[in-house]
């Protein structure tokens, strides 16, 4: 039974830092003409509205979004596809809407791209379906596991891609669930660019999950982590993103990205760190 609906987080600080690595990621990959699959393995509902009741009442885009949209004029140009993507979803100077992974990536992919999105829960599965930009990428939306999807799709047909990986780790044995099908997929699927995000809660919680990505062999990653505070709170305070295959310079994209997020989110409290490993 699940019960994790993202509109409770949406556009929080967690958000912004795995949609700013996310978009990064793409602005790169797309350059290059040949086709890719981009795969959304938790897709969520596509896009979130900022002033239903369910995101008001927690309230986290207040330290998450909506504090860096007030510095939009300011940002560096490592932000400007980003907000680009929100300017375009808000038409004024209000930011209402939030766009999630799929609907950042159908911004960025071409026609052709094929784009995979996989959502198990009904409810945000259909939202998915009607939220959707309409734009002239191939689109599949698969009401199924994303691991089992994953599975199934590699190698893909194209030997390029990117697989975006964002469970809601509603059960402890997700971490390990994830690490397992990434070193499955890994296998057929060798320089794949895989970018899987990390609740950082207790450090015992996602051990199963970063051991496990450590020990797939013979490809570069790089890790990265976002602190919103000095001292460990109860419930969520930090996250990490760990990208196999990285694409080239994001280490130093993610320093800028990451070092301006530490003067607007939480001035004086917030941190972060960058470490890649080379094959
Ligand atoms: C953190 S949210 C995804 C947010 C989205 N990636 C974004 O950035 O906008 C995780 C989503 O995964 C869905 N989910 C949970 N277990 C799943 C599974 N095994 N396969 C596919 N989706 C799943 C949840 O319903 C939830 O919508």
Request: glycine share 6%.
């Amino acid at each position: 039974m699940l019960s994790y609906q993202h509109i409770y987080h949406a556009g929080c600080f967690a958000d912004v830092v795995k949609h700013l690595t996310l978009v990064n990621l793409l602005d790169y990959l797309t350059k290059k003409d040949a086709p890719m699959l981009y795969l959304d393995t938790h897709a969520g509902r596509g896009a979130y509205d900022l002033t239903d009741k369910l995101a008001l009442k927690t309230g986290e885009a207040n330290l998450g979004i909506l504090p860096l949209w007030t510095k939009r004029a300011e940002l560096p140009d490592v932000y400007k596809t980003y907000i680009k993507s929100l300017e375009q979803m808000n038409k004024g100077t209000e930011l209402r809407y939030y766009p999630g992974s799929p609907a950042l990536a159908l911004e960025l992919l071409r026609k052709q791209d094929r784009a995979v999105f996989c959502e198990l829960h009904s409810g945000e599965q259909s939202h998915l379906r009607s939220s959707l930009p309409k734009k002239r990428v191939k689109k599949f939306i698969y009401h199924d596991d994303g691991l089992n999807i994953l599975n199934a799709l590699m190698p893909p047909i194209e030997r390029r891609g990117l697989i975006f990986m964002d469970p809601a780790y509603e059960l402890s044995s997700d971490y390990k669930n994830t690490a397992d099908a990434i070193t499955r997929a890994h296998k057929r699927f060798k320089t794949g660019v895989y970018c899987i995000w990390y609740p950082i809660i207790d450090e015992r919680m996602h051990l199963p999950l970063t051991r496990g990505l450590e020990a797939i062999q013979d490809s570069p990653y790089l890790s990265l982590t976002f602190n919103l505070q000095k001292t460990q709170t109860i419930g969520m305070g930090a996250c990490g993103l760990w990208i196999i295959n990285p694409t080239y310079n994001l280490a130093d994209i993610m320093h800028s990205v990451l070092q301006t997020l530490t003067t607007i989110l939480n001035p004086g409290e917030s941190s972060y760190k960058i470490f890649t490993h080379k094959v």
